[in-house]
Structures are given as C-alpha cells and as structure tokens.
Nanobody, 119 residues
Framework: QVQLEESGGGLVQPGGSLRLSCAAS????????MGWYRQAPGKERELVAR???????NYADVVKGRFTISRDDAKNTVYLQMNSLKPEDTAVYYC?????????????WGQGTQVTVSS
C-alpha cells in the first residue's frame, strides 16, 4: 500500500512563492506518474501538473510558466515549485500517484495541503 504526505503549504502574498513536497511510501514511486491537483471552495478538483516516470511533464495552462513539477526518485518525493502566486491559486493541493500494471490500477491520494494567496 502507498501513503502520500503533502507538506509546504501556507499563507503567502500575491507574487510570492511556495514549494510543495509530497513524500510517498512503498516501492512503486519510481515507475509511477505523479501529479498535483487542487480544489478551491465551490469548484471541482483540477489538474495542476503531472510528471511521468520518465520525467515528461505537463501543466494546466493557468499555471504554465509559473509552476514547476519535479521528482526525486531516490527520496520518493515529488515537488511543486510555485512562483508568482495569484489569489486564484488559493486551494487545497493534493498529491496523486498513478500506476497501471495491466489490469491493476494504483491510484493514491494524499490528504492535501492548504495554499492561501492573500495580502
């Protein structure tokens, strides 16, 4: 079984930066796709960024150029560097691990970390 623990959230002023971390237990991290999602009050959860096991990344258009996702397989950790933060980035940010092995789907979520962008 996999457990994901997010950290690094907090209160930051517009234009500021935060770095989120997600540490994973288990042995399948290095072969998994890792993602960051977020959910704001009254809105559906949305994809922020993903990084594959080979290092391929993709981003939501609204964060492209401001956020960077990266992974450290030696530490079983995925990061989200968030720069030039805007109030509309305020949300609970969730870490996700996805791995498909034939018919077996591994899909795990962390508990989330709050990011608040406000002056």
């Amino acid at each position: 079984q996999v457990q994901l623990e997010e950290s690094g959230g907090g209160l930051v002023q517009p234009g500021g930066s935060l770095r989120l971390s997600c540490a994973a237990s288990g042995s399948i991290f290095s072969i998994s796709t890792m993602g960051w999602y977020r959910q704001a009050p009254g809105k559906e959860r949305e994809l922020v960024a993903r990084i594959s096991s080979s290092g391929t990344t993709n981003y939501a258009d609204v964060v492209k150029g401001r956020f960077t996702i990266s992974r450290d397989d030696a530490k079983n950790t995925v990061y989200l560097q968030m720069n030039s933060l805007k109030p509309e980035d305020t949300a609970v940010y969730y870490c996700n691990l996805l791995h498909v092995r034939f018919t077996v789907v591994y899909d795990y979520w962390g508990q989330g970390t709050q990011v608040t962008v406000s002056s």
